[in-house]
């Protein structure tokens, strides 16, 4: 690891600076565990307590994630999922945001999607289909994000994954309310089946058939079926 040493003055800040880089520019990979304080003391040139001061700050950007007795890991490569995670919106919202990102991310999986990418989302989605209540809403989110890391472009995956805490929260809230579907196959098999088929506009319709399900389920208008 090779870090500059930190010799002016807002050292918390800078430190900062330095550690965002690092996720930034994927150095430090999504999910993984960053290195510990003592290696990161030494290599900033800086004291304990202002590098936790700088981890306190990303955390609550929702950057890292700090896990007493574990360590700090990496949850998102901008600080857009601590916004979304302290904006409260609700599960109207969080359908709003996804109805404008995963119909495209369908689309462009059906037509750049490769053999590597379909055997993910099929995997995927075989968790899914086994997982219980305690993994299920981690099942989901997992088949998501394969389709849209299929779609191949990095732009919209990394956009589409700061939502996905929200996506985990709201999944969560509503997975034990009466009527709601765990075995949908619209947005889920439909989209893979699409994407086999190299059919792009079919994937796009199943993933905004998903969701118009979902709305109208969740505003009473009509069972999840």
Same mark, same amino acid.
């Given at each position: ?24 520019? /994927?150095?430090?990979?999504? %999910? ?36 007493? /007795? ?11 999922? %601590? ?16 109805? #404008? ?28 289909? #086994? ?55 619209? /947005?889920?098999? %439909? ?35």
């Amino acid at each position: 690891m090779i870090l500059d040493p930190v010799h002016q003055s807002s050292l918390s800040d800078q430190v900062v600076d330095r550690l965002r880089a690092e996720i930034v520019e /994927g150095r430090w990979p999504l %999910g993984e565990r960053i290195p510990p304080e003592p290696e990161l003391v030494a290599a900033l040139g800086v004291a304990r307590g202002t590098l936790r001061e700088a981890l306190r700050a990303l955390q609550y950007t929702g950057m890292i994630e700090i896990r007493r /007795g574990d360590g700090t890991f990496v949850r998102a490569r901008s600080e857009v999922p %601590g916004a979304l995670a302290r904006s409260g919106a609700s599960l109207a919202e969080v359908l709003e945001a996804r109805a #404008a990102l995963e119909p495209e991310l369908a689309r462009l999986a059906a037509m750049r999607a490769d053999a590597d990418d379909r055997r993910r989302i099929e995997a995927a989605l075989r968790v899914r289909a #086994a997982a219980d209540d305690a993994h299920w809403v981690e099942a989901d989110v997992a088949v998501h994000e394969a389709i849209a890391s299929a779609a191949h472009n990095p732009i919209l995956f990394e956009v589409y994954t700061a939502l996905l805490p929200r996506l985990r929260e709201s999944m969560g809230a509503v997975l034990t309310r009466e009527g709601f579907r765990r075995d949908e196959p619209r /947005g889920h098999d %439909g989209v893979l089946a699409a994407i086999r088929a190299g059919d792009p506009e079919a994937a796009a319709a199943s993933a905004r058939a998903n969701l118009t399900a979902t709305a109208e389920w969740d505003l009473g208008q009509s069972p999840a079926e």
